[in-house]
Nanobody, 129 residues
Framework: QVHLAESGGGSVQSGGSLRLSCAASGWTFSTRCMGWFRQAPGKERERVAAIDSDSTTRYVDSVKGRFTISQDNAKNTLYLQMNSLKPADTAMYYC???????????????????????WGQGTQVTVSS
């Protein structure tokens, strides 16, 4: 059973930056995918960014060039660096994981919440104008 714990959320002004972290434990397989999703009040959970076992990344168009997903395998930690934040980025951000994961994002595959089995509790990000 994979356990995920997010941290790093907070309140910032428009144009500011935050770095989210997701500490992972309980892995069974070496092939894994991880991702970030977000959900604003009254809206569906939406994809933000994901990374596959080959470290190929995918981003939703609205965050390309502003957000960067990365992972430190030695620390079993996933990160989301968020720059140039906008009020529209305000949401609860969730870390997600799936293993074993044989999806290759280099193929253009568009990840979705249904692809991920394990989820964290979420961390709130609020961006004020």
């Amino acid at each position: 059973q994979v356990h995920l714990a997010e941290s790093g959320g907070g309140s910032v002004q428009s144009g500011g930056s935050l770095r989210l972290s997701c500490a992972a434990s309980g892995w069974t397989f070496s092939t894994r995918c991880m991702g970030w999703f977000r959900q604003a009040p009254g809206k569906e959970r939406e994809r933000v960014a994901a990374i596959d076992s080959d470290s190929t990344t995918r981003y939703v168009d609205s965050v390309k060039g502003r957000f960067t997903i990365s992972q430190d395998n030695a620390k079993n930690t996933l990160y989301l660096q968020m720059n140039s934040l906008k009020p529209a980025d305000t949401a609860m951000y969730y870390c997600a994981a799936d293993e074993p994961c044989f999806v290759s994002y280099s193929s253009g595959y568009l990840f979705s919440p249904a692809d991920f089995e394990y989820w964290g509790q979420g961390t709130q990000v609020t961006v004020s104008s």
